[in-house]
Every structure is written in structure tokens, then in C-alpha cells.
């Protein structure tokens, strides 16, 4: 398994290319902001051929490359519906007009070939299986992409702004939803071996096991899982305890 990534753009978000080994087919997860020679810098030196183009949700700093990018390929993109607006009007989803915040060009649009994408998804691509899981809360349109563990490498979950290592994607943008992000949390990353590498839209790598001891925001969601599991019934505040760890992403 071949899996690169470089941090791209003026918010540093990460993208990655994924592939059987070097010399074959491969799949890009989130060209953003300034990604494009980044990627074309990843196939020349694995000689990879790209299949797809995978999104895991629709802000700026993960999609800004996207049409270049599928376009020198002539491959398609796969985004979330509840997403897709955002290819052609991003700044809605930010709630402020474009410009010189994005230190840089990007090409607005929709890559000649879109496709859909819906929760289950298992997607074939380049010799490899992903399976798609909704995970709305940081936009309503999220997903999350995870590879199966095979031989002696564990599980891979692409997380995109679901969860960093230490906090989770903020949700005071437009589409955001707090109760959603824990709901997804809980339905997402709980149920994973604690082995599964977790790579996500910013940040550094980490793992199930780490968050689920150390990430406040993913043990606050085990505790409303646990609340709603044992006592549906009963009224109560579920907020759970405040923190102060910050929250990431654009």
C-alpha cells in the first residue's frame, strides 16, 4: 500500500494520494488550495496513474484544485450532494466574499465528470475498496473515506474535518451543526478498532486509540452515546462538559 500526503494551500489542508503500490493506479483525496503541482509532483515520483478524484466535503481548502486537477487526468470527482453547491459557490459556505483570503488563484466549478456520493458507498477504485460513511456536522455534506485492514496494515480513515488529532472540524460556519458532529463522531469513529490509522484534513496523523483516550470531543460524544443508549426515555441536559480545545478546519 503506497499512501502520500503533503499539506497544500494557505490553510495547510492535506491531500493525499493513495495506491496499491508504486507504478499503479491511484485515487487523490481532497486537492485543495494550491494542490495541483503538489499532486502532479506525487504521480511523477510514484508513477501513478490517477482513477478519481475523492472529496470529503465541499470547502474551499479541500476542493480549489479539484477541476485542474481532474481535468489534466480526465478523471471524475466524487463529492457528497448536500455538498455539491459549494463547487460553484464557495463562498456561500463560508459566509464571506472571496478574495484575498485565498492568497491565490483557484478555478471555481465543476469538473466535467461529478459523481455522487452516498453513505455505504463501497467504491472500487485503483485496485482498492473505500468505503463512504456520511458523517454531516462540520458541513452537512461530510463523508469520511476508510480502507479495510489488509495483511499486516491496519485500518486507514480518511477523516477529512471530522476529527484531528486532539479536536474536531468547527461548526460555526454555514452547514455546520454541533449535536450532528457528535452524532457522527459517535456513529463514525467509536465503532473502529482502536488501531485505525486516522489521517485527516489538517494536522498530523494519529489513531482511533489516541483520540478515544485523549480527544475531549470524542469522549464527550462516547458519553451521549452511552447516555442515549442506557436512557432514551429520560429528559436531561446532553451537552456534556465544556472545553476549551479548539476547533480546526476553515
Not at 452537512?140 to 489488509?150: D, K
Not at 463514525?188 to 483520540?211: A, K
Not at 447516555?227 to 429528559?235: F, H, I, L, N
Request: with cysteine.
Amino acid at each position: 500500500m503506497l499512501i502520500a500526503g503533503f499539506p497544500a494551500g494557505a490553510w495547510g489542508t492535506n491531500c493525499y494520494v493513495i495506491a496499491p503500490a508504486a507504478g499503479e493506479e491511484c485515487v487523490i483525496v481532497d486537492p485543495g488550495h494550491q494542490a495541483a503541482d503538489g499532486v502532479a509532483e506525487l504521480l511523477r515520483e510514484h508513477r501513478l496513474k490517477p482513477v478519481a478524484a475523492l472529496l470529503t466535503h465541499g470547502h474551499i481548502d479541500h476542493t480549489a484544485s479539484v477541476v485542474p486537477v481532474c481535468g489534466a487526468s480526465g478523471i471524475p470527482a466524487y463529492i457528497h450532494p448536500d455538498d455539491r453547491y459549494m463547487l460553484t459557490d464557495p463562498g456561500k459556505a463560508l459566509g464571506i466574499s472571496l478574495g484575498a483570503q485565498l492568497m491565490g488563484e483557484i478555478t471555481i466549478g465543476e469538473p466535467d465528470d461529478l459523481r455522487i456520493l452516498d453513505d455505504g458507498d463501497v467504491l472500487p477504485l485503483a485496485g482498492l475498496e473505500l468505503t463512504v460513511n456520511h458523517a454531516p456536522g462540520h458541513t452537512r455534506g461530510s463523508v469520511t473515506f476508510r480502507l479495510p485492514e489488509q495483511a499486516d496494515i491496519p485500518p486507514v480513515l480518511f477523516s477529512g474535518d471530522l476529527i484531528f488529532a486532539g479536536s474536531v472540524g468547527r461548526t460555526d460556519l454555514p452547514g455546520g451543526d454541533t449535536a450532528a458532529l457528535m452524532e457522527s463522531l459517535a456513529r463514525v469513529c467509536l465503532p473502529l478498532p482502536d488501531r485505525t490509522v486516522v489521517l485527516s484534513g489538517h494536522g498530523p496523523q494519529t489513531s482511533i486509540g489516541t483520540e478515544r483516550s485523549a480527544n475531549p470531543y470524542l469522549r464527550q460524544a462516547a458519553a451521549l452515546a452511552a447516555t442515549a443508549a442506557t436512557d432514551r426515555a429520560t429528559p436531561g441536559d446532553t451537552d456534556g462538559p465544556a472545553t476549551s480545545v479548539p476547533r480546526r478546519g476553515m
